[in-house]
T-cell receptor, first 115, second 109 residues
Framework: GAVVSQHPSWVICKSGTSVKIECRSL??????MFWYRQFPKQSLMLMAT?????????EQGVEKDKFLINHASLTLSTLTVTSAHPEDSSFYIC???????????FGSGTRLTVV | AQRVTQPEKLLSVFKGAPVELKCNYS??????LFWYVQYSRQRLQLLLR??SRESIKGFTADLNKGETSFHLKKPFAQEEDSAMYYC???????????FGKGTHLIIQP
Protein backbone atom coordinates (compact mmCIF):
# COMPACT_ATOMS: atom_id res chain seq x y z
CA GLY A 1 0.00 0.00 0.00
CA ALA A 2 0.89 3.66 -0.17
CA VAL A 3 3.54 4.70 2.32
CA VAL A 4 4.63 8.15 3.42
CA SER A 5 7.93 8.55 5.18
CA GLN A 6 8.41 11.55 7.45
CA HIS A 7 11.79 12.51 8.83
CA PRO A 8 12.95 13.18 11.45
CA SER A 9 10.53 11.60 13.89
CA TRP A 10 11.68 13.98 16.60
CA VAL A 11 13.98 16.96 16.83
CA ILE A 12 15.14 19.33 19.54
CA CYS A 13 16.53 22.66 18.47
CA LYS A 14 17.61 25.92 20.03
CA SER A 15 15.44 28.98 19.86
CA GLY A 16 16.27 31.06 16.78
CA THR A 17 17.46 28.19 14.62
CA SER A 18 15.65 26.63 11.67
CA VAL A 19 14.46 23.07 11.32
CA LYS A 20 13.59 21.17 8.16
CA ILE A 21 11.11 18.30 8.11
CA GLU A 22 10.88 16.00 5.10
CA CYS A 23 7.87 14.14 3.80
CA ARG A 24 8.36 11.53 1.10
CA SER A 25 5.89 9.34 -0.72
CA LEU A 26 7.76 6.07 -1.12
CA UNK A 27 5.80 4.11 -3.67
CA UNK A 28 3.53 6.61 -5.34
CA UNK A 29 3.58 10.07 -6.79
CA UNK A 30 1.85 12.75 -4.79
CA UNK A 31 0.70 15.84 -6.61
CA UNK A 32 -0.56 17.29 -3.36
CA MET A 33 0.87 17.13 0.13
CA PHE A 34 -0.55 18.58 3.29
CA TRP A 35 1.03 19.75 6.51
CA TYR A 36 -0.82 19.54 9.79
CA ARG A 37 0.03 20.62 13.29
CA GLN A 38 -1.21 18.94 16.43
CA PHE A 39 -1.02 20.38 19.92
CA PRO A 40 -1.21 18.04 22.93
CA LYS A 41 -4.66 16.58 23.40
CA GLN A 42 -5.96 18.58 20.47
CA SER A 43 -6.92 17.84 16.91
CA LEU A 44 -4.85 18.05 13.75
CA MET A 45 -5.00 21.51 12.26
CA LEU A 46 -4.30 21.95 8.56
CA MET A 47 -1.45 24.41 8.09
CA ALA A 48 -0.91 24.39 4.36
CA THR A 49 -1.45 22.54 1.13
CA UNK A 50 1.45 22.14 -1.26
CA UNK A 51 1.21 21.24 -4.90
CA UNK A 52 4.20 20.03 -6.84
CA UNK A 53 5.89 22.84 -8.69
CA UNK A 54 3.78 25.66 -7.30
CA UNK A 55 3.54 27.81 -4.20
CA UNK A 56 1.90 26.39 -1.13
CA UNK A 57 -1.51 27.54 0.00
CA UNK A 58 -1.55 28.47 3.66
CA GLU A 59 -4.51 28.37 5.99
CA GLN A 60 -5.63 31.52 7.70
CA GLY A 61 -3.41 32.44 10.59
CA VAL A 62 -0.40 30.41 9.46
CA GLU A 63 2.68 32.53 8.80
CA LYS A 64 4.08 31.57 5.43
CA ASP A 65 7.41 33.24 6.17
CA LYS A 66 7.82 31.17 9.30
CA PHE A 67 6.69 27.86 7.85
CA LEU A 68 8.38 27.52 4.49
CA ILE A 69 7.08 24.74 2.30
CA ASN A 70 8.80 23.37 -0.76
CA HIS A 71 7.30 20.69 -2.99
CA ALA A 72 9.97 20.33 -5.63
CA SER A 73 9.12 16.84 -6.83
CA LEU A 74 6.20 14.46 -6.93
CA THR A 75 7.62 12.49 -4.04
CA LEU A 76 9.04 15.10 -1.69
CA SER A 77 7.71 18.02 0.28
CA THR A 78 9.63 19.83 2.99
CA LEU A 79 8.50 22.06 5.83
CA THR A 80 11.09 24.42 7.27
CA VAL A 81 10.31 26.10 10.56
CA THR A 82 12.41 29.25 10.44
CA SER A 83 13.72 31.07 13.50
CA ALA A 84 11.95 28.60 15.73
CA HIS A 85 10.64 29.66 19.12
CA PRO A 86 9.32 27.58 22.02
CA GLU A 87 5.74 28.26 20.94
CA ASP A 88 6.49 26.42 17.69
CA SER A 89 6.99 23.24 19.67
CA SER A 90 4.38 20.83 18.43
CA PHE A 91 3.72 17.63 16.54
CA TYR A 92 3.85 18.14 12.77
CA ILE A 93 2.27 15.60 10.46
CA CYS A 94 2.35 15.42 6.69
CA UNK A 95 -0.13 13.74 4.40
CA UNK A 96 0.05 12.91 0.72
CA UNK A 97 -2.62 12.55 -1.90
CA UNK A 98 -1.71 10.33 -4.85
CA UNK A 99 -1.66 11.63 -8.38
CA UNK A 100 -3.74 8.61 -9.36
CA UNK A 101 -6.37 7.10 -7.17
CA UNK A 102 -7.94 8.31 -4.01
CA UNK A 103 -7.09 8.76 -0.41
CA UNK A 104 -4.74 10.47 1.96
CA UNK A 105 -1.74 8.71 3.43
CA PHE A 106 -0.21 10.10 6.57
CA GLY A 107 3.35 10.26 7.76
CA SER A 108 4.25 9.18 11.27
CA GLY A 109 4.77 12.75 12.41
CA THR A 110 7.64 14.85 13.76
CA ARG A 111 7.84 15.98 17.36
CA LEU A 112 9.54 19.38 17.41
CA THR A 113 10.77 20.78 20.69
CA VAL A 114 12.31 24.24 20.72
CA VAL A 115 14.36 25.06 23.79
CA ALA B 1 -16.52 27.67 7.98
CA GLN B 2 -16.46 23.94 8.29
CA ARG B 3 -16.24 22.21 11.63
CA VAL B 4 -16.18 18.67 12.97
CA THR B 5 -17.31 17.92 16.50
CA GLN B 6 -16.56 14.77 18.42
CA PRO B 7 -18.24 15.30 21.78
CA GLU B 8 -16.56 12.45 23.63
CA LYS B 9 -12.87 12.74 24.48
CA LEU B 10 -12.89 9.31 26.04
CA LEU B 11 -15.18 6.33 25.62
CA SER B 12 -14.74 3.15 27.60
CA VAL B 13 -16.78 0.02 26.91
CA PHE B 14 -16.46 -3.63 27.73
CA LYS B 15 -15.40 -6.23 25.20
CA GLY B 16 -18.40 -7.54 23.30
CA ALA B 17 -20.50 -4.44 23.95
CA PRO B 18 -21.71 -2.18 21.14
CA VAL B 19 -19.71 0.94 20.35
CA GLU B 20 -20.84 4.25 18.93
CA LEU B 21 -18.44 7.14 18.45
CA LYS B 22 -20.26 10.34 17.68
CA CYS B 23 -19.33 12.82 14.99
CA ASN B 24 -21.26 15.89 13.94
CA TYR B 25 -20.22 18.30 11.26
CA SER B 26 -20.97 21.78 10.07
CA UNK B 27 -20.64 22.49 6.38
CA UNK B 28 -22.86 24.36 3.95
CA UNK B 29 -22.30 22.10 0.93
CA UNK B 30 -21.98 18.37 0.36
CA UNK B 31 -19.05 17.11 2.38
CA UNK B 32 -17.01 13.97 2.22
CA LEU B 33 -16.69 12.35 5.62
CA PHE B 34 -13.98 10.04 6.87
CA TRP B 35 -13.04 8.12 9.97
CA TYR B 36 -9.35 7.75 10.74
CA VAL B 37 -7.87 5.53 13.44
CA GLN B 38 -4.57 5.86 15.26
CA TYR B 39 -3.37 2.85 17.20
CA SER B 40 -0.82 3.31 19.94
CA ARG B 41 2.47 4.64 18.55
CA GLN B 42 1.31 4.31 14.96
CA ARG B 43 0.36 6.78 12.28
CA LEU B 44 -3.13 7.78 11.26
CA GLN B 45 -4.85 5.23 9.05
CA LEU B 46 -8.02 5.56 7.05
CA LEU B 47 -10.74 3.42 8.57
CA LEU B 48 -13.59 4.22 6.25
CA ARG B 49 -15.22 6.96 4.20
CA UNK B 50 -18.87 7.58 3.61
CA UNK B 51 -18.61 7.39 -0.18
CA SER B 52 -17.58 3.75 -0.16
CA ARG B 53 -20.31 2.67 2.28
CA GLU B 54 -18.17 -0.25 3.35
CA SER B 55 -17.57 -2.04 6.62
CA ILE B 56 -14.00 -2.19 7.85
CA LYS B 57 -13.02 -4.29 10.87
CA GLY B 58 -16.70 -4.50 11.70
CA PHE B 59 -17.13 -0.73 11.82
CA THR B 60 -19.76 1.11 9.82
CA ALA B 61 -20.75 4.75 9.55
CA ASP B 62 -23.72 6.29 7.83
CA LEU B 63 -23.87 9.88 6.73
CA ASN B 64 -27.04 11.51 8.02
CA LYS B 65 -27.37 14.84 6.25
CA GLY B 66 -30.49 15.78 8.18
CA GLU B 67 -28.69 15.46 11.49
CA THR B 68 -25.30 16.40 10.00
CA SER B 69 -23.82 13.34 11.65
CA PHE B 70 -21.45 10.55 10.71
CA HIS B 71 -21.37 8.33 13.77
CA LEU B 72 -19.08 5.31 13.83
CA LYS B 73 -20.60 2.06 15.05
CA LYS B 74 -19.57 -1.47 15.81
CA PRO B 75 -21.95 -4.05 17.27
CA PHE B 76 -19.39 -6.00 19.29
CA ALA B 77 -16.24 -4.28 20.48
CA GLN B 78 -12.92 -6.11 20.56
CA GLU B 79 -9.87 -5.30 22.65
CA GLU B 80 -7.83 -4.51 19.54
CA ASP B 81 -10.25 -1.69 18.74
CA SER B 82 -8.69 0.40 21.50
CA ALA B 83 -7.26 3.47 19.75
CA MET B 84 -7.81 7.15 18.96
CA TYR B 85 -10.52 7.75 16.41
CA TYR B 86 -10.77 10.93 14.39
CA CYS B 87 -13.67 12.04 12.28
CA UNK B 88 -12.67 14.24 9.34
CA UNK B 89 -14.38 16.28 6.67
CA UNK B 90 -13.34 17.32 3.20
CA UNK B 91 -15.40 20.12 1.80
CA UNK B 92 -15.89 21.41 -1.70
CA UNK B 93 -12.81 22.13 -3.73
CA UNK B 94 -10.53 22.25 -0.74
CA UNK B 95 -8.31 19.22 -0.55
CA UNK B 96 -7.22 19.39 3.05
CA UNK B 97 -9.14 17.67 5.83
CA UNK B 98 -10.81 19.24 8.83
CA PHE B 99 -10.47 16.95 11.83
CA GLY B 100 -12.45 16.57 14.99
CA LYS B 101 -10.58 16.49 18.29
CA GLY B 102 -10.70 12.74 18.42
CA THR B 103 -12.18 10.15 20.75
CA HIS B 104 -9.99 7.81 22.75
CA LEU B 105 -11.74 4.44 22.70
CA ILE B 106 -10.79 1.98 25.40
CA ILE B 107 -12.11 -1.56 25.28
CA GLN B 108 -11.99 -3.22 28.65
CA PRO B 109 -11.60 -6.99 28.87
Amino acid sequence: GAVVSQHPSWVICKSGTSVKIECRSLDFQATTMFWYRQFPKQSLMLMATSNEGSKATYEQGVEKDKFLINHASLTLSTLTVTSAHPEDSSFYICSAKPAAGYGYTFGSGTRLTVV
Amino acid sequence: AQRVTQPEKLLSVFKGAPVELKCNYSYSGSPELFWYVQYSRQRLQLLLRHISRESIKGFTADLNKGETSFHLKKPFAQEEDSAMYYCALKGGGADGLTFGKGTHLIIQP
